[in-house]
């Protein structure tokens, strides 16, 4: 269990640590996006139907203008049709960070989203995710193995055996 003495979490002004675990469970899904390493696609929804999971969870209608510039900024244009077992693992991976997306969270968690995917996949998820957080405005926080990657990042922290072992700004 977290200890609470340690400090506060604040996510758009309110104190996650306040939450009981229902209005928590809800707060995360419409302020935190999260991208697996394993996609995590829900395998009878298309393309579009995955993406617009988080706001049909919420009983919230479907904001079309914010769905198509997301799969337009994925270049997923021509698959939103398409079932996850139709896609490639680089496209099942933009659909899972365009669901990350579309409730345009305050944060972004991403563990080891390029973990799967070959060298070319991995750069374009990057450079997708990077575009993403300058242009709507979100932190990003990326788990991963891979030094390269990490060293992209606008500040790097290194955690060995559960401590802090170092903490860079790029």
């Known amino acids: 269990m977290i200890d609470r003495l340690l400090g506060k979490v604040y996510i758009k ?32 929804l298309n393309v579009e139907e995955n993406i617009s999971l988080p706001v049909l969870l919420d009983g919230k209608k479907v904001n079309n203008e914010r769905l198509q510039e997301i799969i337009k900024t994925l270049g997923l244009e021509k698959r939103v049709k398409h079932l996850p077992n139709e896609l490639s693992g680089g496209q099942q991976q933009r659909v899972s960070i365009g669901r990350s997306l579309m409730n345009d969270p305050a944060i972004i968690l991403a563990d080891e989203p390029t973990g799967n995917l070959d060298s070319k996949n991995s750069e ?47």
Not at 15 to 40: E, M, P, T
């Open 13 to 44: 002004g309110k104190d996650v640590y306040s939450l009981n675990n229902n209005d928590l469970a809800v707060f995360r899904r419409q302020n935190v996006g999260l991208i697996y390493q394993f996609y995590n696609l829900i395998p009878i």
């Open 124 to 170: 374009e998820i990057l450079e997708l995710l990077k575009y993403s957080n300058k242009k709507y405005h979100q932190t990003l926080i990326m788990i991963t193995h891979d030094l390269n990657l990490a060293k992209q990042a606008d500040r790097m922290i290194q955690i060995q055996d559960g401590k802090i072992v170092a903490d860079e700004k790029n």
